[in-house]
């Protein structure tokens, strides 16, 4: 109990005592404040050369507690370039700190420098002079009061960039909580470095480093004033999970030369890919490794503008496993011996890439290669793989930014030897040595964009130099498919150059062709580039994409296709495709019930596709061409009206976009057609006709042939006057003519001849002229759209016979009074091909 109150006690008078320390330090600086600040300003404008401003200058005792603080706000320097306004800082607080007992004695020594909240922006210009030498000794004697003895800095939340303008390099790094500890033996000064940062971005040249890496650094030093060499004792750098250690030496008398070695500590396949540039460390930055991964090398020679040092890197594996978090898929066993050095010449043009003596297997199928990648501004590549693959763990390692998923199985053998420059220009230069041969057993693909499948492909690729040669390869697209054999031209420097060109010349055999899936497939796989704003596509929706990059040259055989509600049987004949423009000397195809040829070319090197075409239509059952066209999309006359057979030569000009709509104001076309064994059943037209003709015949109108030349332009379809031979007691002959838009508007104009024996008083005609030799014509026209027309007496037909028969009756009587004509021929016949209402 005694010992417990005299705890108490002690304690009590020890929190006492603080508080008359802190209200004796108070006081101290309340009277010593504005002398403190003076000194301060006094002694900082000896050293400092360029112009700072600041908003705020105060001592506090609290923030950086138990040492007393200069504390400066909102300050901005000026960078150290003459005539230059740009800041080299902008920093909300600074603080300069001294113990509190300096307060006691006068004489204050300025220990630490704490930089908060802001920004650094230290840069080399193009001419070699640095923005940042502000700080300079002093030029007289310093103040016995106040002096700099700098023991610590400490960065926090402070964003530094460093611009190197001749080596063209940036850095651009945000230090969360950085402390250096300094402190000086003679002429050499030891300085500790601890804390964390983040690198927001590292660019040297065009490549990228470390984007978005957090740093943890743990480092010692050593700076020899007099000898000018700082000595880096073991230090380590943690990049990620990456940790290096550092030692060495850098001599900066004169110029900068470097002594630096680096091994990796722990290292796992992010020690390595740490230092790639960005485009491949987050291309391969989640993928992680067990087992024994290496990492070392050395830095030597001068670091200049114009001077490089020399970079030496070994790496390898031995016995490791790589593999992806999220997949399962494993790559077991690996072994590889790999070197990156910079060369003789100390520059890209000698750097050199060796990755050797590569061996693993993935789900118990072995691999091996090697690849050596050297002179990095005109590369030169050998490669050599020789793996058997299984599909889908191949694609559960490395996912495809297209594929989705896969299965089946491939042996791949590739070798490559060759400058890339070369094979870009000239692929089928002798200086490119390229072999492999791929055989593929039941592999599938599933592609992302679109539905389909590729399925259980089986065949085999064979590469000479920047060619492919395609063996029997079959399979099934969707529900089609294909057996391929043939060649693809310049493939090699397709797949890994962008612009260009692929050529396959190949014969294309299908038992079985699904137009619909396909076309489906290229919309979804074009949509991007071909839909409209706010369009958007569906089981409906076609595209017609041919990329420039490729040309065909196909020889074509399929048994059967379907198209909508088409059935084709027996397609033959040879496609080409050049420059976008697919163009076809002739294509065969039964269905309908007949046969179609057809010659012509599609065009898409504009914005319409402008198709232009000859087809022939032999035999064609004219009901199932309505019926599989749906009508062509017009309702005034059907497949149920429709009965013969057609023979027809379309020839055309059609222009579609790019999802095979028409522009119909474009379309220009003359259609020479034969229509044989016609019926026209129950046709609305027709049975308008029932006050001239019984209903009963017209329900059903039989016709032997027709025939006629028809033409297209401006969504007008122009029908020439034409005779239609029929089965009725009265419309033995009609004779039609007009003009029918692609709205649907008709203007037509019917003759009709009506027979008669007799001179008779008809109750619906009136007195009809009747002669064996001529019977009378009833004109009619047809107008209106299709649910919504007329029928009425030609008038004007009428006027324009009536005048045409006078003139030529009013020629007969002058040719009678010049006595032109035998006497049997002076009795002039009244006309009966016409007759009033």
């Given at each position: 109990m005694g010992n417990r109150k005299k705890v108490t006690r002690y304690f009590f008078w020890g929190v006492a005592g603080i508080f008359l320390i802190m209200a004796l330090a108070g006081g101290a600086l309340a009277l010593y404040q504005d002398k403190i600040i003076r000194l301060f300003v006094a002694e900082a404008n000896q050293h400092i050369k360029t112009k700072i401003a600041v908003e705020k200058i105060e001592v506090t005792w609290w923030e950086q507690f138990p040492q007393v603080a200069i504390r400066l706000q909102n300050v901005e320097v000026t960078e150290a370039v003459p005539g230059s306004t740009a800041p080299l800082a902008k920093l909300k607080n600074v603080y300069a700190t001294f113990y509190p007992w300096d307060l006691l004695g006068s004489s204050y020594r300025i220990r630490e420098i704490h930089l908060e909240d802001g920004e650094v922006h230290a840069r080399i210009l193009a001419n070699g002079?640095?923005?940042?030498?502000?700080?300079?000794?002093?030029?007289?004697?310093?103040?016995?009061?106040?002096?700099?003895?700098l023991q610590h800095i400490v960065l926090k939340h402070v964003h530094v960039t460093y611009q190197d303008a001749p080596r063209r390099q940036v850095y651009d790094v945000h230090a969360r909580a950085l402390r250096a500890a300094l402190e000086m033996e003679g002429s050499v000064l030891q300085l500790e470095a601890s804390g964390n940062t983040r690198i927001k971005n590292i660019r040297i040249g065009l490549n990228e480093f470390l984007n978005g890496k957090e740093v943890t650094l743990a480092s010692r030093l050593s700076i020899h004033t007099e000898r000018q060499t700082i000595t880096l004792q073991p230090s380590e750098v943690q990049i990620g999970k990456a940790v290096y250690q550092l030692g060495g030496q850098i001599a900066y008398r004169q110029k900068t030369q470097v002594n630096l070695t680096v091994n990796g500590k722990n290292t796992q396949v992010q020690s390595l890919l740490a230092l790639l540039p960005a485009r491949y460390s987050n291309q391969f930055g989640q993928y992680q490794s067990d087992g024994d991964v290496y990492f070392k090398g050395k830095v030597k020679g001068e670091v200049s503008s114009q001077k490089n040092p020399f970079l030496d890197f070994e790496f390898g594996a031995r016995d490791a496993s790589f593999y992806h978090p999220g997949s399962r898929e494993k790559v077991e066993g690996v072994t590889l011996v790999g070197?990156?050095?910079?060369?003789?010449?100390?520059?890209?043009?000698?750097?050199r890439l060796e990755v050797r003596q590569i061996q693993g297997?993935?789900?118990?199928?072995?691999?091996?290669?090697?690849?050596?990648?050297?002179?990095?501004?005109?590369?030169?590549?050998?490669?050599?793989?020789?793996a058997q693959l299984d599909v889908a763990s191949v694609l559960g390692l490395f996912p495809g930014k297209h594929l989705e998923k896969g299965s089946g199985q491939a042996q791949v053998r590739f070798a490559f030897t060759g400058n890339l420059r070369t094979f870009r220009a000239n692929p089928v230069s002798p200086a490119i040595k390229a072999r492999g041969e791929a055989t593929l057993r039941q592999v599938s693909l599933q592609f992302r964009q679109h539905p389909i499948l590729f399925k259980g492909f089986n065949g085999t690729l064979l590469l000479k130099k920047n060619d492919v040669a395609v063996s029997k390869v079959k399979g099934k697209i969707g529900d089609s498919d294909l057996l391929v054999n043939g060649y693809f031209k310049n493939a090699l420097a397709w797949l890994f150059?962008?612009?260009?060109?692929?050529?396959?010349?190949?014969?294309v055999a299908s038992r079985f062709l699904n137009v619909n899936q396909i076309l489906a497939a290229s919309a979804e796989m074009g949509s991007s580039a071909t839909a409209a704003p706010g369009e958007k596509g569906g089981s409906g929706a076609y595209a017609f994409n041919m990329p420039a990059q490729l040309e065909l040259d196909l020889n074509t055989s399929v048994q059967r296709l379907t198209f909508r509600r088409f059935r084709g049987r027996q397609l033959s004949g040879r496609i080409q495709l050049k420059d976008k423009v697919l163009t076809t000397p002739g294509m065969a195809m039964q269905g309908v019930g007949g046969r179609f040829r057809v010659a012509g070319r599609m065009d898409a090197r504009s914005p319409l596709i402008k198709v232009t075409s000859t087809a022939h239509l032999e035999n064609i059952n004219v009901d199932?061409?309505?019926y599989v066209f749906e009508d062509f999309g017009q309702t005034f006359i059907?497949?149920?009206?429709?009965?013969?057979?057609?023979?027809?030569?379309?020839?055309?000009?059609?222009?579609?976009?790019?999802?095979?709509?028409?522009?119909?104001?474009?379309?220009?076309?003359?259609?020479?057609?034969?229509?044989?064994?016609?019926?026209l059943i129950n046709f609305a037209p027709m049975q308008k006709l029932s006050l001239f003709v019984k209903r009963g015949e017209l329900a059903n109108l039989r016709f032997s042939e027709m025939k006629n030349n028809f033409y297209i332009k401006n969504r007008i379809v122009y029908i020439p006057e034409m005779e239609i031979k029929s089965n009725t007691s009265r419309l033995s002959t009609i004779t039609v003519s007009g003009t029918h838009t692609f709205d649907q508007l008709m203007d037509y104009r019917v003759r009709i001849p009506l027979k008669s024996q007799r001179r008779d008083k008809d109750e619906r005609f009136g007195v009809i002229a009747t002669s064996s030799a001529n019977n009378p014509n009833l004109f009619l026209t047809i107008k209106g759209k299709e649910g919504n027309f007329k029928v009425a007496y030609d008038q004007q037909r009428?006027?324009?016979?009536?005048?045409?028969?006078?003139?030529?009756?009013?020629?007969?009587?002058?040719?009678?009074?010049?006595?032109k004509k035998k006497e049997e021929e002076k009795r002039v016949k009244p006309s009966a091909e016409y007759f009033e209402f």
């Open positions: 002079k640095v923005n940042y030498r502000f700080f300079q000794s002093a030029d007289t004697v310093q103040s016995e009061t106040m002096q700099f003895h070197r990156f050095t910079n060369g003789a010449q100390r520059n890209s043009q000698t750097s297997r993935l789900r118990g199928k072995p691999f091996s290669g090697e690849v050596i990648y050297q002179n990095f501004v005109n590369p030169d590549l050998h490669l050599n793989v020789n150059f962008k612009g260009q060109k692929l050529r396959i010349e190949a014969d199932s061409l309505f059907m497949q149920r009206h429709l009965r013969g057979e057609l023979t027809a030569q379309i020839t055309s000009d059609t222009y579609l976009d790019h999802r095979l709509r028409p522009r119909t104001d474009l379309v220009r076309a003359e259609v020479k057609t034969t229509l044989r064994n016609g019926q009428v006027r324009q016979k009536v005048a045409a028969d006078l003139k030529r009756e009013k020629k007969v009587v002058k040719d009678i009074l010049r006595g």
